[in-house]
């Protein structure tokens, strides 16, 4: 199963990292939003839609994953 290097600068502002193993990269981004991203979004889709977009904005991006 595919591993996922997982950075997100949070509203705080503070970053954080996590390892994560899931079978596709949007599942890992879900996972590490569901568990380690409590602050600044509302845990529901709707929050999840928020933080993909501050996850990998085109000119500001807060977030970066990696297959490793």
Do not use: C, W
């Amino acid at each position: 199963m595919p591993r996922y290097s997982i950075a997100f600068i949070t509203p705080k502002p503070s970053l954080v990292h996590q390892v994560v193993e899931m079978d596709s990269r949007e599942s890992a981004l879900r996972y590490f939003f569901n568990q380690y991203v409590t602050h600044g979004y509302s845990q529901d889709s709707e929050g999840f839609s928020y933080f993909k977009e501050d996850f990998s904005d085109s000119e500001n991006p807060l977030g970066s994953i990696v297959e490793i």
